[in-house]
């Protein structure tokens, strides 16, 4: 199952900022968070990991709590190519953890014009 | 570079059958796994390869196989074809190559468009 919790469905305006929450409150010290999104019809695609420090890259950032128990996706600027089924997964770290991911039903995000 | 390919994009086979899938990984990947997708149950995980071993299994029965060769390309095989075996199945690829844990490419996975499996 699934150590995660996510709203199944949100709404953002273009060109705002979109900030999906999930929470994780069973995670353990060797475990990261992971998110992943897919867009119709395709596989899903990497987005963004971290284990306690907040993370950014050219795709997002990933505020983490303190006390690791969840953790917020944000799209700093939407558009409505972001509209995808966001997934925020759990799993050890390492090599061998990221292969196995454990997929719930994620988030879908609908950004309107 | 290219990404993951995987072959067919459709198929369509009737109960009892087999099927033969298979997933080329981004050039310079070592690693190959394999996910099933449905409406009901989602992403499930069903295998990892590297270096033409299986290092992890997900909860699938023996009917689910895979393989994967010295070019690091893998083929999955779904043998007696039931009607919930209908899904999307996605392949995806990781390097091994990257530095340090937690950074880099190496946990990362690439997935491919998927082989849409219909079972009649």
């Given at each position: 199952?699934?150590?995660?919790?996510?709203?199944?469905s949100?709404?953002?305006?273009?060109?705002?900022?979109?900030?999906?929450?999930?929470?994780?409150?069973?995670?353990?010290?060797?475990?990261?968070?992971y998110w992943y999104r897919q867009i119709h019809s395709q596989g899903p695609q990497y987005i963004i990991h971290g284990l306690?420090?907040?993370?950014?890259?050219?795709?997002?950032?990933?505020?983490?709590t303190?006390?690791?128990?969840?953790?917020?996706?944000?799209?700093?600027?939407?558009?409505?190519?972001?509209?995808?089924?966001?997934?925020?997964?759990?799993a050890e770290g390492g090599f061998q953890g990221a292969q196995k991911l454990v997929f719930g039903q994620g988030t879908r995000l609908t950004i309107n014009p | 570079k290219a990404g993951v390919t995987q072959t067919p994009r459709y198929l369509i086979k009737t109960r009892g059958q087999q099927v033969t899938?298979?997933?080329?990984?981004?050039?310079?990947?070592?690693?190959?796994?394999?996910?099933?997708?449905?409406?009901g149950q989602g992403l499930q995980f069903l295998f990892e390869y590297f270096s033409e071993t299986q290092r992890n299994k997900g909860n699938f029965p023996g009917r689910f196989s895979g393989r994967q060769f010295s070019n690091s390309r893998s083929e999955m095989n779904v043998s007696t074809l039931e009607l919930g075996d209908s899904a999307l199945y996605l392949c995806a690829s990781s390097s091994y190559m990257a530095p340090l844990a937690g950074?880099?490419?190496?946990?990362?996975?690439?997935f491919g468009s998927g082989t849409q499996?219909?079972?009649?």
């Open positions: 199952d699934a150590k995660t919790t996510q709203p199944p949100m709404d953002c305006a273009e060109g705002r900022a979109a900030n999906l929450p999930c929470n994780h409150s069973t995670i353990s010290g060797n475990e990261y968070v306690k420090n907040n993370e950014t890259n050219e795709m997002a950032s990933l505020i983490i303190e006390d690791r128990k969840s953790s917020t996706l944000i799209l700093p600027h939407a558009t409505l190519r972001d509209t995808a089924v966001y997934y925020c997964i759990v | 899938l298979s997933c080329s990984p981004i050039s310079g990947h070592r690693s190959v796994s394999w996910y099933q997708q449905t409406p950074t880099g490419d190496r946990e990362k996975l690439f499996l219909s079972v009649l």
